[in-house]
């Protein structure tokens, strides 16, 4: 409802002047400004902006498994473990927040993450491969000895014929007081670990969600970056949709604040290929619809076309999105 509802909203168009994002496309590559969001965790080489250059000076890239395992018909299907959840996330904000999490995937790469219901199995991220229950799923626990120090954990199966056979994530109950009993954390978190479930290791580039020497803050890794999507191309392929997601994400890392909450999802309409966002804390929509950037100001019934994709492609890239 709420996309066709958009959708409609959107056709409704006219053209006039930009704000928001139109005031993003003009800045030009003179002003790949870093998110404001980045900072706090710079690592040594302290560089805000994307170079290609990794944390440890080698070519910059993502990592996946060596034997690239991935899942069958590009779907993980998931099961939600409530046990030990935070008192102040209910169970329903928690799977939708889960959810939106593997939709940002899925909006960069070809994989589909679907939740599969709820089950009292515990997630076993301990399990060897002859003791897998081949149900992903994604649960709390206290991560203990070495694992304490971790947030959360993901473990992953695969057979000899690389295809994905399980997938667990654990939240450590550890860290619910003041962390994880905050769904934005707790959304950036699992960001972070389905891309361990969909095969994807820590990345070298520091602006990359999968970045972990150290760890970007959640507000950072609320949104995927380029090597995170370069990363599940890689292993899925892109879907058409890709460059305007990509874009998408560009925009809400470097709006300082307009376009909230960070980490929105895109939809997308199938029968236009209106790839777009609603950002409920500022009621911005935004969107590509082919070469047009859209956005709908807040306030207005009127669409308006602020740029075009292609022009805005290379500003995107190049500040690692
Ligand atoms: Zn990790």
Request: aromatic fraction near 10%.
């Amino acid at each position: 409802m709420i996309a066709r509802f958009t959708f409609s909203r959107l056709l409704s168009w006219g053209t006039a002047a930009a704000l928001v994002l139109g005031a993003l496309v003009a800045w030009g590559p003179s002003h790949q400004a870093p998110s404001a969001n980045d900072g706090q965790r710079l690592g040594p080489m302290g560089m805000a902006d994307y170079t290609g250059q990794g944390e440890h000076g080698w070519l910059g890239r993502f990592i996946v498994d060596s034997r690239r395992p991935t899942w069958p018909a590009s779907t993980v299907t998931w099961f939600y473990n409530p046990e030990g959840q935070p008192d102040a996330l209910g169970t329903q904000a928690i799977v939708a927040l889960i959810e939106n999490a593997g939709r940002k995937w899925s909006g960069v790469c070809n994989v589909r993450f679907v939740f599969g219901g709820f089950t009292n199995r515990r997630p076993d991220i301990n399990s060897s491969f002859g003791t897998i229950d081949r149900v992903n799923v994604i649960g709390w626990d206290l991560l203990t000895g070495n694992r304490s120090r971790f947030s959360g954990f993901a473990n992953y199966w695969y057979a000899g014929n690389n295809a994905m056979q399980d997938s667990d994530v654990v939240f450590n109950t550890a860290r619910i007081d003041g962390e994880l009993d905050n769904a934005f954390n707790l959304a950036a978190l699992a960001t972070h670990e389905i891309g361990h479930m969909l095969g994807i290791a820590h990345s070298d580039v520091q602006q990359s969600v999968m970045f972990a020497d150290p760890y970007n803050t959640y507000a950072f890794q609320s949104t995927l970056r380029g090597d995170d999507a370069a990363a599940c191309v890689t292993l899925y392929g892109a879907p058409a949709s890709a460059t305007a997601d990509r874009l998408l994400n560009w925009a809400e890392q470097s709006t300082g604040g307009a376009l909230l909450p960070l980490g929105t999802a895109s939809q997308r309409d199938p029968a236009s290929g209106l790839v777009w966002r609603h950002y409920t804390q500022s009621n911005l929509f935004v969107g590509v619809l082919g070469d047009d950037i859209l956005v709908l100001p807040v306030g207005s019934t009127a669409v308006q076309r602020v740029g075009q994709l292609g022009a805005v492609l290379p500003v995107v890239f190049g500040a690692g999105f």
